[in-house]
């Protein structure tokens, strides 16, 4: 069974941990164990391939509350990071795939939810929908075979920030988390275990040592 390296980054500003994964990328296309990134964010909005700055329908609050708008490499439109969202990036070589990588992060992300008590669906769009309101979101891109960026996963997070865009190209769209749903507090920690946990068995890992690292610092916590 293939090792899968856990890097968790603790929160982080956006561009650090894109610096972060792609060194990482790097580092499986020399030959190191697939990766899989933790981060949570402070607020930020991202703007994937098929969005543009029309995404932003709200551009007096972003600007007030000092919030970066950052355009990235990746696939889709605007989305929202903020505290209480768990983001996970799986860098991985697609030749080591069992099964479509996308999908397989999007059936991960419903495995998690069932979990909890929480039955999701699909839509048109790439991502988990609860009840009309879409609670995962998917993002990736593919480059020489290895896969970067990932998903975000609504927990705990404050959701007034996404009525600032077009969500995933999608106007008025709803979103909402998984406290709301459950109206349980999960604790970051907890949700995230369990992803690693349902990703791995479905995608035939073994995952390796927590690795954190942390102000380039990295250190192995068993």
Known sequence: MKKLRIIELNTMDYNSTMEVMHN?????????????IFVEYN?????????????????????RKGISVVHVDRGGG???HNNGQLVGYPVMKLSNMPLDLLLGIVDTMADVLSGFGVKSEKGAEPGLW?????????????????????????VSND?????TIETCGIKEARVTNLTLLTRKMIQMEEIQHVFISKFSRRFHYMPDKFIIKENNKQDDKT
Do not use: W
Request: charged share 20%; with cysteine; glycine share 14%.
């Open 159 to 163: 959701l007034d920030l996404f009525k």
């Open 130 to 154: 609860v009840s009309g309101c879409k609670i995962g979101f998917v993002g990736m891109r593919i480059q020489k075979g290895i896969s970067t960026h990932g998903f975000a996963l609504n």
């Open 43 to 63: 607020p930020v909005i991202t703007i994937g391939s098929d969005g543009s700055e029309h995404s932003i329908v709200d551009t007096g609050y972003i600007k």
């Open 24 to 36: 990482v990328r790097d580092e499986v296309e020399h030959g190191e164990n697939d990766a899989l």
């Open 78 to 80: 605007a989305v929202v």
